[in-house]
């Protein structure tokens, strides 16, 4: 079945430092791809998406391409802030297009 | 506008016992889902509504959970009996027709089972 995986966690990063958290999916087809962010104490939100290959999802200067070659999404950022601190998950669409599969996460933590 | 509502926030209970979770989702959002997240995971589906019909249970562990959405609105989820591997955090999310993509979830109802 349709499944996401992340690289593991905690990422712990000085602030202005650039980051990449890694997410490569297995599907049949082509679903649209999210990242989402739960700060602490917070629900979990959108933060990107891409609808097709090759789409770049971008956000509060975080950003995303969609690579059907390599079936991945990776999260970049050009420097972080301590206020990105939070736990961060890859997801898809499921076959059906009708519910969210995630990944496991990956825990950000930033330093000043 | 309101985001969704989830309550109560925290709940602690033995082993054996009944518990239950509300959830009011955004106005006008027809679909509702329950996720179920285990610490260090990431959520996993337990059941979508579409109004007030079930249109995928099949991760629901029927013999314990069971979940209603009343009027197409408001839904509650139970556990009776609940079990260790219950802890977690129980997230509710709704979303506008035809945009599984884009959920907008509620703060979680974060269960400990002793």
């Known amino acids: 079945g349709d499944s996401v995986t992340q690289m593991e966690g905690p990422v712990t990063l000085s602030e202005e430092a650039f980051l990449t958290i890694n997410c490569t999916y297995t599907?049949?087809?082509?679903?649209?791809l999210f990242w989402y962010v739960q700060y602490p104490g917070e629900g979990l939100q959108l933060l990107l998406k891409?609808?097709?290959?090759?789409d770049k999802g971008s956000n509060k200067g975080f950003e995303a391409t969609y690579r059907k070659e390599t079936t991945s999404f990776h999260l970049e950022k050009g420097s972080v802030q301590v206020s990105d601190s939070a736990v961060y998950f890859c997801?898809?669409?499921?076959?059906?297009?009708?519910?969210?599969?995630f990944g496991k996460g990956t825990t950000l933590s930033v330093s000043s | 506008e309101a985001g969704v509502a989830q309550s109560p926030r925290y709940k602690i209970i033995e082993k054996r016992q009944s518990v239950a979770f509300w959830c009011n989702p955004i106005?006008?959002?027809?679909?509702l889902y329950w996720y179920q997240q285990i610490l260090g995971q990431g959520p996993k589906l337990l059941i979508q509504?579409?109004?007030?019909?079930?249109?995928?249970d099949s991760q629901l562990p029927k013999d314990r959970f069971s979940a209603e959405r009343l009027k197409g609105v408001d839904s509650t989820l139970k556990i009776q009996p609940a079990k260790l591997e219950d802890s977690a955090v129980y997230l509710c999310?709704?979303?506008?027709?035809?945009?599984?993509?884009?959920?907008?979830f509620g703060p979680g109802t974060r269960l400990t089972v002793l």
């Open positions: 997801a898809l669409v499921n076959q059906a297009g009708t519910a969210l599969i």
């Open positions: 599907a049949t087809g082509y679903p649209s």
């Open positions: 891409a609808t097709k290959a090759d």
């Open positions: 106005s006008g959002h027809a679909t």
């Open positions: 509504f579409q109004n007030n019909g079930v249109v995928d």
């Open positions: 999310a709704s979303i506008t027709s035809g945009r599984a993509g884009e959920q907008f």
